[in-house]
């Protein structure tokens, strides 16, 4: 799962030029303390304006001054230059615990590297072979080898494991690509931003979803921003939690939506509860325990079940209630976390299922499937949102957010 896109469109080595003429409002301040041509850093303010599409700086008697793209882009850029200097320290002790020795200052940590070389890092660690990379970026295998090399060497790190026949990233080569990650998403949010300063609202949502939320609120909800900015592009991730959380927080996601566990380990991700969800007994409309009135607790279990996988936070809350109500499991005879799955099995067999009844809403209502009335232990299960907080989300993913609690509130 790749957060901005395999390609890296901004070509942040010109960012470093421009924060300095961002800081010293001055273009010839700027190309004395890098000790450039004038004519080079003004190259490279537009570079950056013509990725962007718009124009950074004024210039006026105080000197060069932001636009409001250019505010936007200071801010982003600010953000990730910070997120390398958290990696470079990070990295610097783990080189000190090694070597002794400081880290030198290689230049990716002020993001300072041709934008491919940093797409081929990205890339390859989702493809994990250069020959994949080298044909998804349509470029020889040897440039692959000597961009990873030319990256692992400007660190002073062994960034890569060549011991095996797969050369994979090493602690430390994952660690910088974590952060890097989360540096190149305050750019990739640049872009949205700036481009929504324009009245345009364009650019990819990457949801992860967990199964409540895939089956009728993320649904509902994209349909509807969809209607009305139809410039956006939607993707969505499905995965265990902790896989979504950490991509989440790498920024590979904009956000997740289903069950919500406890997120102790990512304290700057914001945990926002839509609604607790309330279990039933489904089964199909036509089902024998249907017509028979209030089923015994016998009668379920002498029913075939369908689950949830064991170890699935929704088995965990399902074995907590059969806990609560003092009986054995149910006679299992299917363990699937897929609601298709599930649904299939319910439509074609006796078998029950104990799940959220939103799970099964439109199945319900059109008749195919009831719930039976069973009072079940008012176990809470909270459905929501976690996502980065406010000012670290894209235009588009905060219109979904904002579109999933109006379903939610006028369902």
Known sequence: MTLYPENVLLPTKHLRVFHKVARLASMSKAAEELRR????????????????????????????????????????????????????????????????????????????????RLAVLIAFSKRKHMGEVAKQMQISQPAVSMALRDL?????????????????????????????????????????????????????????????????????????????????????????????????????????LGSMPPVEHYSDLVREEIFGDRMAVIVRADHPLVNSGVPSMSQLLASYWVLPIQGTPTREVLNTIFETLGISEPRVAVESSDLSVIRGLLFNSDMITVASQHLFEPEIRSGLLAALPVELPQIRRPIGILRRKQDHSSPGAQLLIEEIRSIHTTS
């Open 37 to 116: 041509a004038p004519s080079a850093v003004a190259h490279s303010i537009r570079q950056l304006e013509l990725s962007l599409g718009a124009t950074l700086f004024e210039r006026t008697a105080r000197g060069m001054m932001l636009t409001e793209a250019g505010k936007i882009l200071v801010k982003r850029v600010e953000c990730a230059f910070e997120e390398m200097q958290t990696v470079r320290a990070k990295l610097d002790e783990m080189h000190r615990d090694t070597d002794g020795a400081r880290l030198h200052d290689p230049p990716i940590f002020s993001l300072a590297v041709n934008e491919r």
């Open 152 to 256: 692992e060497g400007s660190t002073g790190l062994m960034l890569f494991d060549r011991s095996t026949p797969v050369v994979r990233l090493t602690s430390a080569g994952e660690l910088l690509l974590m952060h890097l990650k989360r540096a190149l998403v305050q750019l990739r949010l640049a872009f949205a931003e700036i481009a929504a300063l324009n009245g345009v609202m364009e650019g990819h949502v990457l949801v992860g979803a967990l199964p409540f939320g895939r089956a009728h609120i993320l649904p509902t909800a994209i349909a509807r921003i969809h209607k009305k900015y139809p410039l956006l592009h939607f993707t969505t991730i499905e995965g265990p939690f902790e896989t979504l959380a950490n991509a989440l927080w790498c920024g590979d996601l904009d956000l997740i």
